[in-house]
């Protein structure tokens, strides 16, 4: 495709369920990154994947939240027990190995009740 | 630590002002990115720009102009004679050179709304 591609685009889940989201990337880039946008907020930073190296997992808020990448294909997020304040838009982005810039994905609006 | 602060919570201005969003940023790296994206109401965010640390000329692009300064850690962006389709969040971002994964550390985002 042309540009990344998340899905699902909304997704609405009671407190403690476990949710996935999948992201896919623009083709040919080597480097995912996930974010996370609360209401009125910037983005954070999630996760980091390049190529086969170890991921940068830094940016992940607690151990319920894990994320896994292929090679340079797609990447799944995973939210473990879902809690409320999980509630905002995942965002995905994706990047040319020696680029700097990243372009993001429509992203997943999650809702936790 | 780095930082972006964007003071500017919402800006309205009519069609056809001219409007600066301010930026401005901390970090310790010497070589370091900035950006600015917009965000439309569709939500997806799109690149405007890339200003590299050692790179201080200011840039200008249709109706839009970036005026990067390091003496005020500011990174300033203008859209001059505004449309009604400039109405969006834009947020600037800063990456250091120094963090392997080259992740963006966002502002909180100025909403402008241009009014018809």
């Known amino acids: 495709g042309a540009g990344v591609s998340q899905s699902p685009s909304n997704k609405v889940t009671e407190k403690g369920k476990d949710v996935e989201l999948r992201c896919d990337p623009i083709s040919g880039h080597t480097a995912l990154y996930w974010y996370r946008q609360r209401l009125g907020q910037g983005l954070e930073f999630l996760i980091y994947f390049q190529g086969n190296s170890a991921p940068d997992k830094s940016g992940l808020p607690s151990d319920r939240f894990s994320a896994e990448r292929t090679g340079e294909s797609v990447s799944t997020l995973t939210i473990q027990r879902t809690q409320q304040e999980d509630s905002a838009v995942y965002l995905c982005?994706?990047?040319?190995?020696?680029?700097?810039?990243?372009?993001f994905g429509p992203g997943t609006r999650l809702t936790v009740t | 630590a780095q930082k972006v602060t964007q003071a500017q919570t919402e800006i309205s201005v009519v069609e056809k002002e001219d409007v600066t969003l301010d930026c401005v940023y901390e970090?310790?790296?010497?070589?370091?990115?900035l950006f600015w994206y917009k965000q439309p109401p569709s939500g997806e965010l799109v690149f405007l720009i890339r200003r590299n640390s050692f790179d201080e000329q200011n840039e200008i692009s249709g109706r839009y102009s970036w005026n990067f300064q390091k003496s005020t850690s500011s990174f300033n962006f203008t859209i001059t004679a505004s449309q009604v389709v400039d109405s969006a969040v834009y947020f600037c971002?800063?990456?250091?050179?120094?963090?392997?994964?080259?992740?963006?550390?966002f502002g909180t985002g100025t909403r402008l709304t241009v009014i018809p």
């Open positions: 982005a994706s990047k040319a190995g020696l680029a700097y810039e990243q372009y």
């Open positions: 971002a800063l990456s250091e050179a120094r963090i392997r994964a080259n992740n963006l550390f």
């Open positions: 970090t310790r790296d010497t070589t370091y990115y």
